[in-house]
Nanobody, 125 residues
Framework: QVQLVESGGGLVQAGGSLRLSCAAS????????MGWFRQAPGKEREFIAA????????GYADSVKGRFTISRDNAKNTVYLQMNSLKPGDTAVYYC??????????????????WGQGTQVTVSS
């Protein structure tokens, strides 16, 4: 069992930055690919970024490519999402998720095994 806790959300003006963290407990994350997703009111959960178990491979949604960066520190059992040049359209609850995989990573939320409770990100115009 893996417990995930997100932190770092908040209110920021458009153009600003936030860094989200996802801390894991229960098991080491080194056997898991990790993903970040978001969900805005009335919308489906959306893939944002993912990283394989070693950090050597990452992927991003087109909507955040070049603005967001996913990274991980397996020694700290933590995954990060650096968000720059934020836009009002980035407003959502952000979730981290863990996928049991030592290969690549998935972009489909149904492929992930564990989820955090989410952290709210609000970008004002």
């Amino acid at each position: 069992q893996v417990q995930l806790v997100e932190s770092g959300g908040g209110l920021v003006q458009a153009g600003g930055s936030l860094r989200l963290s996802c801390a894991a407990s229960g098991r080491t994350l080194s056997s898991y690919a990790m993903g970040w997703f978001r969900q805005a009111p009335g919308k489906e959960r959306e893939f944002i970024a993912a990283i394989n178990w070693s950090g050597g491979s990452t992927g991003y949604a087109d909507s955040v490519k070049g603005r967001f960066t996913i990274s991980r520190d397996n020694a700290k059992n933590t995954v990060y999402l650096q968000m720059n040049s934020l836009k009002p359209g980035d407003t959502a609850v952000y979730y981290c998720a863990a996928e049991r995989s030592t290969l690549g990573y998935e972009t489909r939320p149904t492929r992930y095994d564990y989820w955090g409770q989410g952290t709210q990100v609000t970008v004002s115009s």
